[in-house]
């Protein structure tokens, strides 16, 4: 009873990755490849809907094949403002932080240059509990009398209003549901060093590097 789910969707493409968080379905066509007219549309509907909407990991998604080569190009955080997203996700799973945006944001506060108020997340990611760690949480700042009774609504405002802090935990650790997987699942190396294949991946695909 102490814990409140909360249902949201994420609006994947190749340009561009966004949660709307707060509602249980989009019912419109997700396009791999949109236009700004189509990435504004998207976030135009899903506040009719009463989503909040986060930007997901934007230089993880610029550090693409595509991105790199110029063939796609992710919006600008200036433009996803004007566009009326609510939130960026700034750390994700163990391996993946964006100072880039927390500099721009402080920046932009600095200078007295955003509309409203804009928060910062982390995010799981979570795929399988085997190869991810959940090691980012995102606390919500709500006073006393907000937390005795903790709905959405009550989310949603603390989100719209800014009010979050970052805790993110980057010890990494062998998790006990991998003594479940049968041992012809993996090979017996990924078993045994888990962080480190996680670290080879994380620095292959860090801002600023160049994959293979």
Not at 93 to 108: I, Q, S
Request: with cysteine; hydrophobic share 35%.
């Amino acid at each position: 009873p102490e814990i409140l789910i909360i249902p949201g969707v994420e609006w994947t493409t190749m340009r561009i990755h966004l949660n709307f968080l707060g509602i249980m379905d989009y019912p419109h066509r997700i396009p791999q490849y949109p236009s700004d007219e189509e990435i504004k549309y998207a976030i135009k509907e899903a506040k009719k809907l009463g989503a909040v909407v986060q930007v997901d990991h934007i230089t993880w998604t610029k550090n693409e094949p595509k991105h790199r080569d110029g063939s796609v190009v992710h919006p600008t955080r200036e433009q996803l403002v004007d566009w009326g997203v609510d939130g960026f996700e700034i750390n994700n799973e163990t391996r993946w932080y964006d100072p880039k945006t927390v500099l721009w944001l402080n920046k932009m506060r600095e200078e007295k240059k955003l509309p409203r108020p804009i928060y910062v997340s982390t995010g799981t990611d979570i795929h399988s509990p085997l190869g991810e760690l959940a090691s980012g949480w995102t606390e919500l700042l709500i006073t006393e009398e907000e937390k005795k009774k903790p709905k959405w609504e009550i989310v949603k405002k603390a989100l719209l209003d800014a009010r979050t802090r970052i805790w993110v935990d980057h010890d990494y650790y062998r998790p006990n549901e991998i003594k479940y997987l049968k041992l012809e699942q993996k090979l017996l190396r990924e078993r045994i060093c888990p962080p480190l294949f996680a670290l080879k991946h994380g620095i292959e695909k860090m801002p600023g590097t160049i994959a293979g």
